[in-house]
C-alpha cells in the first residue's frame, strides 16, 4: 500500500505558474510509474503527465510544453511545475503511482483555480 498526498495547489491568474508536489508514504524507487491527472468540472478525469522509473516522460497534447513533471526518489515525491496557466487548466490535479501489475494508488487531489 502506498499513500499519496499531494499539495501545492491554489488560486493563480492566466499566465501564470504553480508547482505541485506529491509526496508518498513509503520508498518510491520500485515505482514502475509516477503522474499526474486532472478532472474538470462535469468531465471525466484526464491523464496529464507520468514519469517512470528510469526517468521516461510521456505527457498529454493538452499540456505538453507547458508542464513538466519530475521525480525524485530520495524524497519520496513527484512534482508536476505548471506554466502559462490557462483558465481551462482549473481543476482537481490528483497524483497516482504503481508497480508493475494492475495497482494503482491515488491521493486524494489538489484544487487548482486559474482566474483573473
Known amino acids: 500500500q502506498v499513500q499519496l498526498a499531494e499539495s501545492g495547489g491554489g488560486s493563480v491568474q492566466p499566465g501564470g505558474s504553480l508547482r505541485l508536489a506529491c509526496t508518498a508514504s513509503r520508498s518510491t524507487n520500485s515505482l514502475h510509474y509516477m503522474g499526474w491527472s486532472r478532472q474538470r468540472p462535469g468531465e471525466q478525469r484526464e491523464l496529464l503527465a507520468i514519469?517512470?522509473?528510469?526517468?521516461?516522460?510521456n505527457y498529454a497534447d493538452s499540456v505538453a510544453g507547458r508542464f513538466f513533471i519530475s521525480r525524485d526518489n530520495a524524497a519520496r515525491s513527484t512534482y508536476l511545475q505548471m506554466n502559462n496557466l490557462k483558465p481551462e487548466d482549473t481543476a482537481v490535479y490528483y497524483c497516482?503511482?504503481?508497480?508493475?501489475?494492475?495497482?494503482?494508488?491515488w491521493g486524494q487531489g489538489t484544487q487548482v483555480f486559474v482566474s483573473s
Open positions: 497516482s503511482a504503481g508497480y508493475n501489475g494492475p495497482r494503482e494508488f
Open positions: 514519469v517512470t522509473s528510469g526517468e521516461m516522460t
